[in-house]
Nanobody
């Protein structure tokens, strides 16, 4: 699966932004998908994921502000980010788990085998 994330940019605190991730090479119908981010000087962290059955998971730092969704017909995954904060500044990556056979997604990087190139989100205060 090849992935390309887009939608990043420079925003102000409190703004909203929607990230998109388009997949090619394989349908997303039976694939778990995750969104990760890496801030300067920090390790990559998983922030949200969506399972094959569309169940979702969010880490506490984004819960209530971010929403992950998928459109299998378009082979797209989205991350709607609301009420952005300066601490959300990072490069955001989408990733897919297409080989594990797991029914549920994970926010741990080891659970993913394909990664997009990332899109930068910068939130100014």
């Amino acid at each position: 699966v090849q992935l390309q994330a887009s939608g990043g940019g420079l925003v102000q605190a409190g703004d909203s932004r929607r990230l998109s991730c388009i997949a090619s090479g394989r349908t997303l119908d039976y694939i778990n998908i995750g969104w990760f981010r890496q801030a300067p000087g920090k390790e990559r962290e998983g922030i949200s994921c969506i399972s094959i059955d569309r169940s979702t998971y969010y880490v506490d730092s984004v819960k209530g502000r971010f929403t992950i969704s998928r459109d299998n017909a378009k082979n797209m995954v989205y991350l709607q980010m609301n009420n952005l904060k300066p601490e959300d500044t990072a490069v955001y990556y989408c990733a897919t788990d297409s080989t594990s056979g797991r029914n549920k997604c994970t926010i741990f990087a080891w659970g993913y085998d394909s990664w997009g190139q990332g899109t930068q989100v910068t939130v100014s205060s």
